[in-house]
């Protein structure tokens, strides 16, 4: 089964167009959607009701204050593990143009400047035997349209400073967090771990996730991503400042082999 969780703040305007394009593009994939509403002040929580409601596969997962974009992935993953376990499907596959598929997560922004139309390429990976798919910006063909050069440079520079302290064959892009994870990883992440597997409370939170489940992976692979953030409806809310604190406190706990002793950063 693909799970394809969501966390949304505020994304009111570009959630429909996203939901609709998802279930184009997924119509041949058994596919559920877990939309995490993270405490929106704006129609988002209505939005998420009425899709679920009126989709089976759509469901809603809410709080009810702003927790930050780590705190609303763990939420994810934590309905995805459970609702996995209790359909009794951690060890059923289902056919899809005659492969098994295997349960997997794949993660992607709500604001619509993801294209949906990765998702089959994620999804084939993890199929064709890859643990752990990166959707990136970096790959040959990957592109990047609209964002301003200070998030340009954030980006290429975090990617550059990961790399040197701790390598992951294959991977260029280490703050993108459109990618798919065998659903295995994540759970073994969770044991090792604990529910609150994203301890960063900003967009650092990103690469923290990828550097505690990559060891977990037999196989990292990344396909190319075009990101279009031009069509992003309303301001970023990345914390800039706070991004580059949270990357600072990961090289820290890289050095230390500590996961848990570091007082994180407000979004």
């Given at each position: 089964m693909l799970y394809i969780v969501l966390p949304a703040y505020n994304e009111a305007a570009a959630l429909p167009s996203l939901l609709e394009d998802i279930e184009q593009n997924c119509a041949p994939i058994p596919h559920q959607i877990v939309v995490v509403n993270d405490g929106s002040t704006d129609r988002t929580l209505e939005v998420v009701h009425k899709y679920s409601t009126t989709h089976q596969n759509v469901h809603e997962v809410n709080h009810d204050q702003n927790q930050g974009l780590g705190a609303a992935l763990n939420s994810g993953f934590q309905y995805v593990l459970n609702y996995n376990q209790n359909q009794g499907n951690l060890s059923k596959n289902f056919d899809y143009r005659e492969q098994e598929a295997p349960d997997m997560v794949i993660t992607m922004d709500a604001d619509n400047t993801q294209p949906a139309d990765c998702i089959p390429l994620l999804y084939e990976e993890i199929c064709s035997g890859v643990d752990l798919v990166i959707a990136s910006r970096y790959a040959k063909g990957g592109?990047?349209?609209?964002?301003?050069?200070?998030?340009?440079?954030?980006?290429?520079?975090?990617?550059?400073?990961?790399?040197?302290?701790?390598?992951?064959?294959?991977?260029?892009?280490?703050?993108?967090?459109?990618?798919?994870?065998?659903?295995?990883?994540?759970?073994?992440?969770?044991?090792?771990?604990?529910?609150?597997?994203?301890?960063?409370?900003?967009?650092?939170?990103?690469?923290?996730?990828?550097?505690?489940?990559?060891?977990?992976?037999?196989?990292?692979?990344?396909?190319?991503?075009?990101?279009?953030?031009?069509?992003?409806?309303?301001?970023?809310?990345?914390?800039?400042?706070?991004?580059?604190?949270?990357?600072?406190?990961?090289?820290?706990?890289?050095?230390?082999?500590?996961?848990?002793?570091?007082?994180?950063a407000e979004e």
């Open positions: 592109e990047q349209h609209g964002l301003s050069l200070g998030r340009r440079v954030l980006s290429w520079g975090a990617g550059k400073v990961m790399h040197y302290f701790v390598p992951i064959p294959g991977v260029r892009d280490y703050s993108c967090g459109y990618r798919a994870y065998r659903l295995s990883i994540l759970a073994e992440g969770t044991r090792l771990y604990g529910p609150n597997i994203i301890k960063s409370r900003n967009f650092s939170g990103m690469v923290e996730l990828l550097l505690k489940v990559a060891p977990l992976a037999e196989r990292v692979t990344e396909v190319p991503l075009k990101l279009h953030y031009e069509l992003k409806k309303g301001a970023s809310k990345m914390r800039i400042g706070a991004t580059i604190w949270g990357y600072v406190q990961l090289i820290y706990q890289i050095k230390r082999k500590r996961w848990s002793t570091v007082e994180w």
